[in-house]
C-alpha cells in the first residue's frame, strides 16, 4: 500500500488535465442555481461534490480543509468525470441530465402569446419525474469504479462480498437507486454491477485508459 496525497492527486490531475481547478460551491453562482434546482437532494451545497465544466466544485474551503486526505478518493471519482468530458464534452453533460433535461421543451409553452397551439409543450414536464436515467448510471458506475480501484489499489483496503446487506455495499447500490442521483438506476442492478466491478478493481484488471494513466502516474498500478 502507498499513501497519496491530496496534493499529489491534485498535481497529477493537472498534468493530464491542466484546466483542471477545485472550486468553492458556496462563492459559486452556477452551484447555488443548481442547489435550488435540485430540492431532491438537500445536501447538494453541504456534503456533495460535483464536477461540472472541468472544474471540481467542494461545499466550501472550510469543508476541504477539514479533511483534505479524505476529499482525495472522492477526487480520483471525480478525475473520471473529467476524464469522460474532456473525451466526450457534449455527449457527457447531456447524456447526464438525460432524460430529465427534455423538460427544457415546456419552454416552448412561452408561444401560446402567440397561439394557444403552443401549450402542448407543457406535456414535456412530465420528464422533471424521476425517471430511470441509464446514461447518469453508465457514467457513475465509472466514477464509482474509480472508487473501488481507489479504495483496493491505492488504501489496501478490503472489499466487501456483494452483500447487499453489507454497510458499504448498501451505501454504493443507494447512490443508484436512492435520491442523491434522482433514482437514476435500481438496485439490483447497481448490486450485479458491484459484483464484477469489485472482482475487477481485485485483479486490476478490465480497466480502460482514465484509470491506469492516473495510477501509473501516481506510481500505484498493479493491474
Known amino acids: 500500500m502507498m499513501q497519496v496525497s491530496y496534493d499529489q492527486l491534485y ?3 493537472r498534468a493530464e488535465i491542466p484546466s483542471f481547478e477545485v472550486r468553492y460551491k458556496d462563492t459559486s453562482r452556477w452551484m447555488r442555481l443548481f442547489g435550488a434546482i435540485l430540492f431532491f437532494n438537500p ?5 456533495y461534490v460535483t464536477t461540472f465544466r472541468g472544474k471540481v466544485y467542494v461545499p466550501s474551503a472550510e469543508w476541504l480543509m477539514a ?6 478518493a472522492i477526487l480520483a471519482h471525480e478525475y473520471i468525470h473529467l476524464a ?19 423538460a ?15 401549450l402542448w409543450c407543457l406535456l414535456f414536464l412530465v420528464f422533471l419525474a424521476p425517471w430511470p436515467a441509464p446514461w447518469r448510471a453508465h457514467w457513475e458506475r465509472r466514477g464509482y469504479g474509480m472508487t473501488l480501484l ?4 491505492v488504501e489496501g483496503r478490503h472489499l466487501p462480498s456483494p452483500d447487499p446487506t453489507d454497510p458499504f455495499v448498501e451505501w454504493l447500490t443507494d447512490q443508484f437507486a ?28 478490465g480497466w480502460d485508459e482514465p484509470y491506469h494513466t492516473l495510477l501509473r502516474r501516481l506510481g500505484v498500478w498493479h493491474g
Open 11 to 13: 498535481d497529477a490531475i
Open 43 to 47: 445536501a447538494f451545497m453541504s456534503r
Open 104 to 118: 427544457l421543451g415546456a419552454l416552448g409553452a412561452l408561444g401560446a402569446f402567440w397561439s394557444l397551439s403552443w
Open 67 to 72: 479533511d483534505r486526505e479524505t476529499f482525495t
Open 178 to 205: 436512492g435520491w442523491s442521483y434522482y433514482r437514476m438506476g435500481t438496485r439490483s442492478g447497481a448490486l450485479r454491477w458491484y459484483t464484477d466491478a469489485s472482482y475487477r478493481a481485485v485483479s486490476g484488471q
Open 150 to 153: 481507489w479504495r483496493v489499489q
Open 84 to 102: 469522460d468530458a474532456r473525451r466526450l464534452p457534449v455527449l457527457f453533460e447531456f447524456s447526464y441530465v438525460f432524460p430529465q433535461i427534455l
